[in-house]
Structure formats: C-alpha cells, structure tokens
C-alpha cells in the first residue's frame, strides 16, 4: 500500500507525536507539524515488534487523558500525503497518533471517543485513500478512508487550504452525517452518491438522487451507458470540481477518464434543495462535453453518433446503432439494453416506444422491412430479459426520418451520416 525507507523528517514526526506536551507559551506554535509531510510507514515502523496491522492493538489511553495534549494538528503542501497517514495510523490501531494529525480543533471529544471504539480499520489495498471532491475551489476538499469491506461507512475528512498547507479541518465518523447507508447529505455528498451508483450500473440508487421531473430516466440511462461503454471511471485527481456552492444551489464539474487513463472527459451536475433542512437533488445533468469524448473514443470523432439525443416531444431518446443492412444486436447494444431491461423490470407501469430506422441505400419497401426487423430485434430482446410484452410499443419507420444526411453537397455517398441513420430509438415514454 504505502511503503519505503523511514526519512528523518518522518521520524521526527512521530517524535513530536509522542513526546510529552509542552504547554509553556508559544508552544501551540512548537507543535506545528514539519514543513512537508513525508509518505511512508512511518508511524507504523514505532509499533511494537509483537504488533502488525491486523492483530489486536494494546489498550488505548482513555480520551480524558489524550484529548487534552492535542495540538493543532498536522498541515502539508501534499493533501494526499496527510489523509495516508491518518489512514495507515488507524488501521496499524493507533487512534492517538490519528488524532494528533488530525489535531484538537477538528475533532470533538465525542468523536474522539468514537474513534477509539471503532472497529479496527482494514483499508482497501488498492485504494485505500480517495480525493471526493471540492467543497469550495482550491480551498475545502473531502477526501475518504476506503475500507477492504465495501458495505463497511467510509470515514470522511474534510480538508481546509490555508497559505498552502492542507489540514484537517472536519472529520465525518461513520454514521454521524444525516443521509441512508453512509451517504453524506450536503451537495457534494449527493452528487459522489449519485456517481458512484451510476459507475456500478445500479439505475434505481441513482435515480433516487435526482429530482423527479427535472431529469430523464433516459439521461440516467444514457449516462450508465456511457459509463459502461465507455469504461470511465472518476479521476483520482479533483473528481468534481466546484463551481458554486450555495445554500440553495450547487454546481459540479466532474471529471473522468477511461481506466488506462488515455483520455479524459468532464460533465456537468447542478443540485437545489428548496429549504436548508430540504435534501440536496440533482436538478441538471449536462452530458454535452461527455458524450463529445465519449464519440471520440468510441466513434472515431463522430458526434452524431451517440447514445443519447433530445427528443422533439420532450426527455431524451436512447439510440441504438446496426451495421449496414443488418438487424443483428451486437455485444455492445445488448449491454446498453440490459440496462434498458432493468429500469423497465422496476415498474410495470412503465412503456416504451421504439422506432425502427434505416439510411437510404435500397429501396422504400425493403427499407421499411427493414426497419421493422430492427425494432423487432430490439423488442425481442426486451421480452427475453424479463420486460412485459405490453410494456412496449414498437414502429417501422424505414428511411423517412433520417438523423444525418445520407449524401454530401453535390450528391455524393455520406458514409458517417449513414451510420448514424441505421439505428433503432427507445423513447421512455414516462
């Protein structure tokens, strides 16, 4: 996880931790953390020989006795390096040495408590620590300590900014934060909630997220499908920027990047609560800047050719795309239509329309066949992974109605226009 030789800036660290507490005066000012917090197991290399991570700590000094010789806590250039620490100090079982780094301004003795009574913490190997997001541009960040056990709450720290070093300005403990299952309840809480339901595939959490009525199931759906096709993932770096924060209103860039971290992408997410004791909902997903990087992974640049469009009655239409002359589903349609197939199996109630469509090569009778069978397929398909027949209403409506021009100024072939005409739509109609 975190490994490498001991620095002395390191060792005298945990000196300062340790040491007994100097209350003369000026020594808030002495106990000030090192101009720059080294990475490393520092910490963990004072443990006792017969003590590693995973086994039963030794008794923990009560919390009257530590909370009183608290300092101010730790700050560094290297907010990353600082939420390792506290990390690595917690699962070696050394709540004391966490709170220290933490320092007595941002944790109460509650939560001082608390933290001693915690179960041990065992990080997730390969992401023990995560950047959530901004809380205010380049000043308040979030971070979180990720447990190996995934139904485990995260524990949160909120990060203040001041004359360039990060500290510790708040601490969220498991439980402590409004919200169900460990969700945060401000606006960036929402919007991580939101995200990391729509990166897993999982429609119904996302959409509880979302203010009904101002957001499309089929930008839900649209966005899953991006995810998945696309295999994004958040940036380990600033995932969402802020761009307002608000009583009543807020404002996310989010930032993301395909897992080998070739190409990047960013979208929009606006949030409003209608009161203060109101909860946040995503009121706006504006996909236009994703789905352009999505189109040049995965369509060679061509924009048109997209997951996603607007429908002149209203909401958002899903497209599925076919090969020339073909009615066949491919792997990567039937992905995107098992998603389709989940958020029509939550609710019987809920229909579809879809719209067969063909480009203009061959005639107006075979295209309208054909179109048919693209619907069909489509349908077929639906029913097959448990949707009602009756849930779905499906019409042929061959070259007539064509996204992109089939031919070029002066009448030549339009192959890319072409492509983005053979497909088949699915308009949520609820």
């Avoid at 003590?51 to 919390?63: D, K, Y």
């Avoid at 203040?160 to 809480?189: F, S, T």
């Avoid at 031919?407 to 192959?415: E, I, L, Q």
Wanted: hydrophobic share 40%; proline share 6%; glycine share 10%.
């Amino acid at each position: 996880m975190l490994a490498g030789i001991i620095s002395f800036a390191a060792l005298l660290l945990m000196v300062r931790l340790l040491a007994p507490v100097d209350e003369s005066p000026g020594a808030e000012e002495r106990r000030e953390a090192p101009d720059n917090l080294t990475g490393g197991p520092a910490l963990i290399s004072e443990l006792p020989e017969n003590l590693v991570p995973g086994e039963e700590p030794l008794a923990p000094e009560s919390t009257e006795e530590i909370f009183p010789s608290l300092g101010v806590g730790v700050s560094t250039a290297d907010p990353r390096a600082l939420v390792e620490q506290i990390a690595q100090v917690l699962e070696a079982g050394k709540p004391k040495a966490a709170a220290n780094l933490i320092g007595r301004k941002a944790l109460s003795g509650n939560q001082l408590q608390r933290l001693q009574e915690l179960p041990r913490l065992t990080l997730n190997k390969d992401r023990p620590v995560s950047e959530i997001g901004e809380l205010e541009l380049n000043r308040r960040a979030r971070w979180a300590l990720n447990p190996k056990d995934a139904n485990r709450p995260r524990i949160y720290l909120d990060l203040l900014r001041d004359e360039g070093e990060w500290g510790v300005q708040k601490v969220i403990l498991p439980g402590e934060a409004g919200g169900r299952g460990g969700v945060l309840d401000d606006a960036l809480g929402i919007a991580d909630a939101f995200l990391q339901a729509a990166l897993k595939q999982r429609f119904e959490n996302a959409r509880a997220f979302v203010a009904p009525g101002k957001v499309s199931d089929a930008r839900i759906a649209g966005l899953c499908i991006v995810f998945e096709e696309g295999i994004y993932r958040l940036r380990e770096r600033k995932p969402l920027r802020v761009a307002l924060n608000r009583d009543g209103v807020a404002a996310f860039l989010v930032n993301v990047e395909t897992r080998d971290g070739a190409q990047a992408a960013q979208f929009g997410l606006t949030l409003k609560r209608d009161a203060p004791d109101s909860p946040w909902r995503i009121v706006e997903i504006n996909l236009d800047q994703l789905l352009a990087g999505y189109a040049d992974q995965l369509a060679g640049g061509d924009s048109h050719y997209t997951p996603l469009i607007r429908n002149p009655n209203g909401g958002d239409t899903l497209i599925l795309y076919f090969e020339f002359d073909d009615d066949l589903l491919s792997p990567r349609t039937q992905r995107q239509l098992e998603i389709v197939s989940l958020l029509l199996q939550t609710d019987q109630k809920k229909n579809i329309s879809l719209s067969g469509h063909t480009d203009a090569i061959g005639s107006e009778k075979y295209n309208q066949t054909l179109s048919g069978r693209r619907a069909e397929a489509v349908r077929r398909f639906l029913i097959g992974s448990g949707v009602s027949p009756g849930q779905i209403h499906t019409v042929a409506l061959g070259k007539t109605r064509p996204r992109r021009p089939n031919t070029v100024d002066g009448g030549a072939d339009n192959p890319e226009g072409r492509r983005a005409n053979r497909r088949t739509e699915i308009y949520l109609d609820f």
